[in-house]
């Protein structure tokens, strides 16, 4: 699964700290980099002198959750063997009627009792082996009375014909998954001219039941038959292959067959009116499934995915396993992506054009879904609590591909916002990668089961060297295909390769929490003709390793970079001091040089050392956070460092970091540079802005060069518009309405009617500076329109809609109010409807308005909107 957490948890870091003023998260389309937690706070006179060696702290930290129940592997009483499904849904009614044929043995002991996972069903008949069977059913299990006492050489064939309710589910989900009904009508009656009809499944974690009875536990597994039949105007989708179609009047009846066994919540079925583009890998299929008005664009959405199935299958050693892969795009999907086997669930935001496309691309998706294939799909987690045994690997997955395809600095940029997004997450939660102990299931989907393992897997990849890591891969997904696996399972294949014990590090990384928050400082002693690097462990003792073990190098740069020596070391202890012999003085000292392992770190570089490294240091990581520390606003003579990273040809992400150095903030209001270079900056970032390869890039120039408010400036943003990136568009339009709103009023009618959302939004802009009453109509259709186009285009338009009509004197507000109540709705991310409802509070006197306020204090669970309605 992809978890679009990734996404939204800078989002809900910036609401935390300020929850009425947050209209201005998505203002710039691409956010930079930031660091997390500052360790400059430390007391360094206390680590100079060791005296925090040993050192307790007996308070509990903000992050430690308390003890929470012990979540042991589902014990096996029986086995599934195979499932078939008849099954017909009922659009008019939001259900659907079928038969499940469930064919299952006893696992080991005889049993004379079966329980089964039926969720808010409708059960009708049971039958075993043919006879009927008594039961009962307490809305989430059907505990059913076999026959006779059957042992584990017997199998068991269960009929049971059942109505699925998923309206009847209770309402759960997580930050991952934002509901668990597991069967889903979109639509259903057509009401909606904005939205397809269609219905699609999500078991993950264990919804599957939700819509066909079964054991719903990752350990199990089996094949299946499904036979969906629907009006035949329909396209469905499911795993495996689709044998027969047969056709009756208006309804057509599908055959899909699963031959391989697979765990039931990777079971699914999509139906919707969707145009396939057909693609092949070797001698399978690779289709894709969008909706009309995409379907030209397949291909430049999915189109890398037979090279990325070859790339994988290359570099496990094991070849992609499956007889199909087929990707399908769903609208209002209850999390990212979904890896269901050969047949994945992308949400709707992957649906794009080819210029949308040039400013985010979904590759890591993409990426991470198929890798998924072979870490949760060929091998599958045993227990949740293993988790990170598909998660980790399949967020790895973005890294390896980004690191063939797009290059090592690309992939390196990536694992750094995979870094800050887990220590944006540690600050209130330090957790165990593999918990056995957790509240609920949903927990395990965060920033510690997906970017601390990827982080993790990669430190794993460079302890062990590439040969061996991918060696131990190979023999962890041979010696478990097709079957569950636990975290032991992984460390044994790695200790079957290298010959080594490595219980240290899966001790200290995969089963206990937290990570080295380290202090950093470097030197060298003349007199012993050293450099000398001395590393002080600070992490809480109580809850951490007290010394993480940590083997990486040193590297020493002499000659303006032109030399350099790497020292291999292995650190155990708390407080370690390195001493390198060295007849002369290093001109720059970096433990860790390629930043790979997972640490906070503080290292004791001066502004003259940032621009060393932007000078001489070739590796992406350490470059950035010399960027990062530099702060024109107080040291211009770095100034020259940075606008020569601008030209940086190997790093996209280098020269979008650098042009963000020249706007900054200070004292809550923002600034762009006016130094002494300021006209040579302002003719390279006019280049960069109408040169650059990379949108992103280009989109920043335009940005920051928007910020200098020069009114000459006007014919280079008109300019701009014939960018094909969206966000450029969009930025320059911005631009333009700033310096000149009657004449962005003037540019943005003109684009009233395109389709793009981004453009929508920038004209939006443009409409809510001009304040005219006459535009309501077109704002208020655009506002339900981007309630249909996803979470972030909806927050976008939703902040222009509320300032319009704040500020424009309106007649009647009583239609914006029913728009505004519309977002809530069908929005089901709690930042998506912030804005509404926060408008809502505003015009809490007009009728009806407070009731419906009272109303949603209720049944809003989210603390930040609760803030809202409470604070008004």
């Known amino acids: 699964m992809f978890d679009k957490f990734k996404y939204t948890s800078l989002v809900i870091f910036f ?50 959750l308390g003890e929470r129940p012990y979540r042991p592997t589902n014990t096996k009483y029986f086995d599934l063997i195979h499932t078939k499904l008849e099954i017909k849904p009922d659009f008019s009614t939001e259900t659907m009627p079928g038969i499940a044929t469930i064919t299952l043995k006893p696992h080991f002991y005889d049993q004379n009792t079966l329980i089964l996972d039926a969720k808010y069903m409708k059960i009708n008949t049971i039958k075993v082996n043919g006879k009927l069977v008594t039961y009962t059913y307490d809305s989430v299990k059907v505990k059913i009375n076999l026959d006779k006492t059957y042992t584990a050489d017997e199998q068991i064939t269960v009929i049971i014909d059942y109505i699925a309710q998923p309206n009847r589910v209770p309402v759960k989900g997580s930050a ?17 001219p904005n939205k397809p009809t269609q219905l699609w499944t999500q078991g993950e974690t264990e919804a599957a039941s939700c819509w066909f009875p079964t054991i719903d536990s990752p350990n199990q597994r089996s094949g299946h038959d499904i036979y969906l039949t629907v009006n035949k105007k329909y396209t469905t989708l499911s795993n495996g292959i689709l044998v027969e179609q047969k056709e009756e009047g208006n309804w057509r009846t599908d055959h899909w067959q699963q031959k391989i066994p697979i765990a039931p919540y990777l079971f699914m079925i999509a139906v919707g009116e969707f145009y396939i583009t057909k693609d092949r890998w070797r001698d399978i299929e690779v289709n894709y499934y969008l909706e009309k008005d995409y379907h030209p664009y397949a291909k430049a959405i999915f189109g890398d995915t037979p090279e990325m199935i070859e790339f994988f299958s290359n570099r496990l050693g094991v070849e992609y396993p499956w007889d199909k892969y087929h990707q399908v795009v769903v609208r209002d999907y209850v999390s990212g992506a979904m890896e269901n086997v050969g047949a994945v669930i992308h949400g709707e935001f992957v649906q794009k054009d080819d210029r949308a496309l040039l400013d985010d691309h979904p590759f890591d998706i993409i990426s991470h879904e198929l890798f998924h294939h072979w870490f949760g799909d060929l091998v599958t987690c045993e227990s949740w609590s293993n988790l990170p045994l598909n998660e980790s690997f399949a967020t790895y997955g973005e890294y390896l591909w980004r690191e063939y395809k797009h290059g090592r600095m690309s992939a390196d940029a990536h694992l750094e916002e995979d870094l800050l997004q887990y220590l944006q997450e540690a600050q209130n939660k330090r957790e165990p990668l593999i918990r056995y102990q957790y509240e609920n299931r949903e927990d395990m989907f965060d920033a510690h089961s997906y970017q601390k393992g990827g982080l993790v897997l990669h430190m794993l990849r460079h302890t062990v060297g590439d040969k061996a890591f991918f060696k131990s891969l190979q023999i962890y997904l041979t010696k478990n295909k097709f079957k569950s696996a636990e975290i032991h399972d992984l460390r044994l294949a790695f200790e079957e390769v290298t010959g080594e014990d490595l219980n240290w590090f899966f001790d200290q990384w995969f089963l206990q929490r937290g990570h080295p928050e380290i202090i950093i400082q470097y030197g060298y002693d003349a007199a012993k003709k050293a450099a000398v690097v001395r590393l002080h462990q600070v992490q809480n003792e109580r809850f951490c390793p007290k010394a993480y073990r940590l083997k990486s190098f040193v590297d020493l740069y002499f000659e303006e970079g032109k030399r350099k020596n790497r020292i291999a070391v292995d650190i155990f202890t708390r407080d370690t001091i390195v001493e390198i012999p060295c007849e002369i003085k290093p001109e720059y000292i970096t433990f860790d040089p390629e930043k790979t392992l997972l640490m906070n770190a503080r290292e004791d570089y001066t502004n003259e050392d940032y621009r060393y490294i932007l000078r001489h240091d070739p590796t992406f990581r350490n470059r950035l956070n010399a960027l990062k520390h530099l702060d024109l606003s107080e040291y211009e003579a770095a100034e020259p460092e940075i606008f020569m990273t601008l030209s940086d040809s190997t790093s996209d992400e280098l020269r979008y970091q650098a042009i963000q150095k020249y706007a900054y903030e200070k004292n809550n209001k923002t600034f762009v540079y ?151 709705e069908n929005r089901k991310t709690w930042w998506a409807k912030i804005a509404a409802v926060s408008a809502l509070t505003k015009l809490k006197k007009e009728p009806g308005v407070q009731e419906y306020l009272n109303e949603l204090k209720k049944t809003e669970t989210n603390m930040y909107i609760q803030m809202i309605i409470f604070s008004q």
């Open 674 to 824: 006016k130094g002494k270079n300021k006209e040579n900056v302002i003719t390279k970032l006019k280049e960069i802005a109408e040169k650059d390869k990379s949108a992103k890039v280009r989109n920043a120039a335009v940005e920051v060069l928007s910020m200098y408010t020069d009114k000459s400036m006007l014919p280079f943003f008109e300019s701009c518009l014939n960018d094909r990136s969206y966000n450029v568009f969009s930025s320059a339009l911005d631009a333009i309405v700033t310096l000149n709103p009657e004449k962005g009023y003037e540019i943005a009618n003109k684009y009233r009617n395109e389709k793009s959302p981004q453009i929508t939004i920038a004209v939006a802009n443009a409409i809510a500076e001009n304040k005219n009453p006459a535009d309501f109509d077109w704002m208020d259709l655009q506002m339900r329109r981007m309630v249909n186009t996803g979470d972030e285009n909806c927050y976008l338009m939703s902040e222009h809609y509320v300032r319009y009509i704040d500020n424009t004197k309106l007649d009647n507000k009583t239609k914006a109010i029913e728009t505004l109540k519309y977002v809530i």
């Open 176 to 192: 991952a998954i934002t509901s668990d009904k597991g069967l889903y009508f979109i639509n259903a009656q057509g009401k909606d």
């Open 15 to 64: 609401f935390a700290l300020n929850v009425i003023s947050a209209c201005s998260l998505f203002k710039k389309k691409d956010k930079p980099l930031t660091e997390v937690i500052n360790l400059d706070t430390l007391d360094t006179v206390e680590v100079e002198s060791g005296k925090n060696e040993g050192k307790t702290d007996n308070q509990e930290p903000a992050w430690y």
